[in-house]
């Protein structure tokens, strides 16, 4: 899950983790009350949608007067941000975050994510601030530094060392200013169940203290129930509405670009699927994973979100049964073709747990429209061959 | 021979007389495991599917002799149960429960690692040696006996791997379902290795998905030291970019972790990798063939 910046500087803020002071505000009105009661003289208008790269898609502007920051809160409150961490289509700014403008010296970059191939806390640093990250690590590897913190002995004094050092600060007041910004950064970062903060740019202002001027936070999904501030922070607005709804029925649904449904039991599966479509010359139109506890009703739902795409030609459903019953997901395709009005071919394999009982229930069903696949390349060449009106 | 685990295994079951751990434990029995007991906290000393239950991992090892424990507790409990069934000297746990803080798995792997214990998971399908001794949630009737050895982090791409092999006249040795999350337990590089030392095994099928680099690391293994064939697939050819497939592990991050990049590596490395899950059970004929 990840939150907006101006809650991921709450939260800094509740450890001690610099920031400039801001306000968020949701009209134009509000924007200049905040305004006023930063003071100024300058102000930062940013956009708050969760992606990056915001400042490059005209999201985040500076304002010198109060007038400025109501032109500018009128351009940003409601524009479509396209960024590079966004689709296409971009994302609609509903919220907006005034902030007190911060005296920038130089700025850098620090981030903490988990290391897989270490398993622990990862600090990433660079003086390259305010670059996209990614492009430093392939042009220039040697400015990243990295910093890996085992758990079972937390941030030491040899790590706030390693990051001074490497970060090239000699003057002793900004070392122990970095120091202290990173150890408060790593207590977040394991105190939330954060899987990733960045912070691009961090700032050093003109007195040698570190700033965060952005922050960005992700979390375990796995760990919210024991974070119930942080699940209160989820906006629902910024995600996919129909991932969302699918959620709620237990199922695991991200929308894709092409023409045949999918429906599958596992995640590994459900790649799989997609792969074979795509293999065979045909395009998957999402990715569903119906889980491991699949009934009628999650079945029926899953039919009706994948209907919801127009663009869908074809539904294949790919069911190999463990804990799923095969006879349950032939009685919610059943269910489903009699809630919702199923108008494309849909191409059934059914393999494992019960197999045979769903054959038979399919059979007399008697549902038109329905094709039987007998393994799984059999039933993506048949969904190829469906979606494209043979 | 196998890998791991075979009919003479003991194990118990943490979270024994829940739902899940019930039904499961129930199903393992059925098929020939060897569980000897189970844990529940205030539930020692009754008896749950006739065997005993404790209230802790250590008494119940002390009792039952018990080596491997198969962990069903609910996610917010498994770094606790994984670190007690090592402090209690238990060899293997596998852990099936889905939904783990990656903060406790990290604690608790690096806890068991300390006093040698190995797992497996959390959020998979467990592990069987076919027709022996299954630990886990797979159904069993898909695995037949055989000399194909198979790794994957998918619940279900392991029964259709299985599914395929078996298909094709041939049988599983032992399947592993190592988990999708992002901090596991065992991993191919271990499992290649004893499979490699295992006379019954005589191919290995290794199912990858997008995201980490477990991989890669794989792959320079097999390069290295893996003489048997090595049959591969990577899902997630067709993910986009920066999205959890379902999985919490299944993501690529900027360009690292993607399926075109694992393929490369372990076709490099000598394995034969296929496009699609649907040519598992053709490849592994074609490699048996040439043995």
């Known amino acids: 899950m990840n939150i907006h910046e101006y809650q991921a500087k709450q939260i800094f803020a509740q450890y001690g983790v610099p920031t400039p002071k801001g306000i968020m505000v949701e009209s134009v009105r509000d924007a200049v009350k905040a305004a006023e009661e930063l003071g100024g003289p300058v102000w930062v208008v940013k956009a708050q949608i969760h992606a990056g790269g915001r400042g490059l898609g005209g999201g985040v502007k500076l304002a010198r007067s109060l007038e400025e920051v109501e032109k500018l809160a009128n351009e940003i409150l409601g524009m479509t941000l396209v960024t590079h961490q966004t689709t296409a289509e971009g994302k609609l700014v509903q919220k907006l975050y005034i902030e007190d403008g911060a005296d920038i010296k130089s700025e850098f970059y620090l981030s903490v994510v988990l290391d897989r191939k270490l398993e622990m806390p990862l600090i990433m640093a660079s003086t390259e601030g305010g670059m ?7 042009h220039t590897p040697e400015k990243i530094i990295t910093i890996p913190v085992d758990p079972s002995i937390g941030f030491q004094g040899f790590h706030g060392r390693q990051l001074a050092f490497g970060l090239g600060l000699t003057d002793p007041v900004e070392q122990k200013n970095i120091i202290s910004f990173a150890q408060k950064l790593f207590k977040v970062y394991m105190d939330k169940d954060a899987e990733m903060i960045e912070i691009n740019p961090l700032v050093k202002t003109g007195t ?5 001027l952005d922050g960005k936070m992700g979390f375990d999904n796995s760990a919210l129930g024991r974070q119930p501030d942080i699940a209160a922070m989820r906006d629902l607005t910024e995600e996919n509405a129909d991932e969302v709804e699918a959620a709620r029925y237990g199922l695991s649904y991200v929308a894709l670009d092409g023409e045949i449904g999918c429906m599958v039991n596992g995640a590994g599966l459900a790649m799989g699927t997609m792969d074979t479509i795509n293999h065979m010359g045909g395009t998957p139109a999402n990715f569903l994973d119906v889980g491991g506890s699949a009934s009628a009703e999650t079945v029926a739902k899953g039919f009706e979100i994948i209907l919801k795409n127009p663009k869908v030609k074809a539904i294949f459903v790919n069911i190999f049964g463990g804990i799923v019953r095969c006879d349950r997901i032939a009685n919610g395709i059943i269910e489903a073709t009699k809630l919702t009005d199923v108008n494309v071919p849909v191409i059934v394999r059914l393999d494992g747990t019960n197999a045979l009982e769903a054959a038979e229930i399919l059979k007399n069903a008697n549902i038109a429209n329905l094709i039987v696949g007998n393994d799984l390349g059999d039933g993506a060449a048949k969904a190829v061959a469906a979606a494209k009106g043979n | 021979m196998s890998i791991l685990v075979n009919k003479d295994t003991k194990v118990i079951v943490q979270g024994f007389t829940g739902k899940e751990g019930s039904f499961h434990a129930e ?15 205030n539930k020692g000393g009754t008896t749950h599917l006739g065997q005993p239950v404790f209230n802790t991992v250590k008494e119940a090892v002390a009792t039952t002799g018990a080596t491997v424990s198969m962990i069903f507790v609910p996610p917010a409990f498994v770094g606790d149960a994984v670190m007690e069934a090592a402090e209690a ?7 099936i429960t889905e939904g783990a803080p990656v903060k406790d798995m990290q604690a608790a792997k690096a ?14 399908p467990g592990i069987i040696t076919a027709q022996e001794c299954k630990i886990g949630i797979m159904p069993g009737m898909i695995f037949k006996k055989g000399n194909v050895g198979l790794i994957s982090k998918s619940g279900t791409l392991t029964y259709e791997g299985a599914n395929q092999v078996c298909n094709e006249g041939f049988g599983i040795s032992t399947a592993v379902g190592i988990g999708g999350d992002p901090i596991i337990g065992l991993s191919y590089k271990q499992l290649l290795a004893m499979f490699e030392a295992d006379p019954e095994t005589h191919c290995i099928v290794m199912i990858g998905e997008i995201g980490g680099d477990l991989e890669i690391q794989a792959a320079a293994y097999i390069k290295e030291n893996i003489t048997k064939p090595v049959v591969a697939f990577i899902a997630g050819q067709t993910a986009p970019k920066g ?8 993501i690529v991050s900027g360009s690292a972790g993607t399926a075109v990049e694992k393929m490369a590596a372990l076709e490099a490395a000598g394995a034969t990798v296929v496009v699609s899950p649907a040519e598992i059970g053709k490849a592994v004929t074609k490699a048996m063939s040439k043995l």
């Open chain 2, 89 to 95: 000297g238990i060899e293997l746990a596998v852990i």
């Open chain 1, 132 to 138: 996209n990250i990614e492009d430093v690590a392939e």
């Open chain 2, 111 to 124: 806890f068991a690692t300390k006093h040698n214990m190995k797992t497996i998971g959390p959020n998979c």
């Open chain 2, 27 to 41: 199903q393992c029995m059925a098929y020939g495991t060897k569980i000897v007991g189970g844990v529940t906290p």
């Open chain 1, 208 to 212: 040698g203290e570190f700033i965060a």
């Open chain 2, 243 to 250: 999205k959890t497939m379902g999985h919490a592990g299944a």
